[in-house]
């Protein structure tokens, strides 16, 4: 079992339409989940980070966390065509491993005109 | 605030030769970590230094290798390359007290 799995995709979803993505992560350690998007030939830019169960908004996007159920979501309102890309899942295992990110292997979303 | 800066941005090797890849962090981040990506692989982690010390490693063979300076750039090390090596390599830095990391640009490898 992969310690963090997301579907691969792709998701495809008509422009202003909410985007949702889902993440599962194997450590009931981990403290911290962070979402970062990353276009074709280009490196990953964080989104969002999350810590605490619950939701978390910013703007257009709301990350959510269950660590009871150890999942991870990010939802995109109002999706763009420029909000396709490939959505990447990472999670720290905490406590003196904070400079090391467990990645998910991406979700492509691509979102229509 | 600049960003993590990245140098080469590409390079071309051959199997057996070694390759050496520089990161300078974002101003006042004093731990840096570096990445593998692949398409069959993803991201992986490859070690992570804050203030000139290894802190964490991943689960690469000993040709992989770093180190950091004490103005807290980091260079990483692939010694005896391999077809395999062929990546794009991700250094992230991070305050010392948070663990949200920004890339870099990343360095493209590939081996001939």
């Known amino acids: 079992q992969k310690e963090v799995e997301q579907n691969s995709g792709p998701l495809s979803v008509p422009e202003g339409a909410i985007a949702s993505l889902n993440c599962t992560y194997s450590?009931?350690?981990?403290?911290?989940f962070f979402w970062y998007r990353q276009y074709s030939g280009k490196s990953p830019e964080l989104i969002m980070f999350?810590?605490?169960?619950g939701d978390k908004e910013d703007g257009r996007f709301t990350a959510q966390l269950n660590k009871a159920s150890q999942y991870v979501s990010l939802l995109i309102r109002d999706s763009q065509p420029s909000d396709s890309a490939t959505y990447l899942c990472a999670v720290c295992a905490g406590l003196n491993q904070g400079g090391k990110l467990i990645f998910g292997q991406g979700t492509e979303l691509s979102v229509k005109p | 605030k600049a960003g993590v800066t990245q140098t080469p941005r590409y390079l071309i090797k051959t199997r057996g030769q070694q390759v050496t890849l520089s990161c300078s962090p974002i101003?006042?981040?004093?731990?840096v970590s570096w990445y593998q990506q692949t398409p069959g692989q993803g991201l992986q982690f490859l070690f992570e230094y804050f203030s000139e010390t290894q802190r964490n490693k991943g689960n690469f063979p000993g040709r992989f290798s770093g180190r950091q300076f004490s103005n807290s750039r980091s260079e990483m090390n692939v010694s005896t390359l391999e077809l395999g090596d062929s990546a794009l390599y991700l250094c992230a830095s991070r305050p010392g007290g948070a663990e949200t990391q920004y890339f870099g640009p990343g360095t493209r490898l590939l081996v001939l």
């Open positions: 999350i810590y605490s169960n």
């Open positions: 450590d009931r350690g981990s403290q911290s």
């Open positions: 101003s006042g981040h004093r731990s």
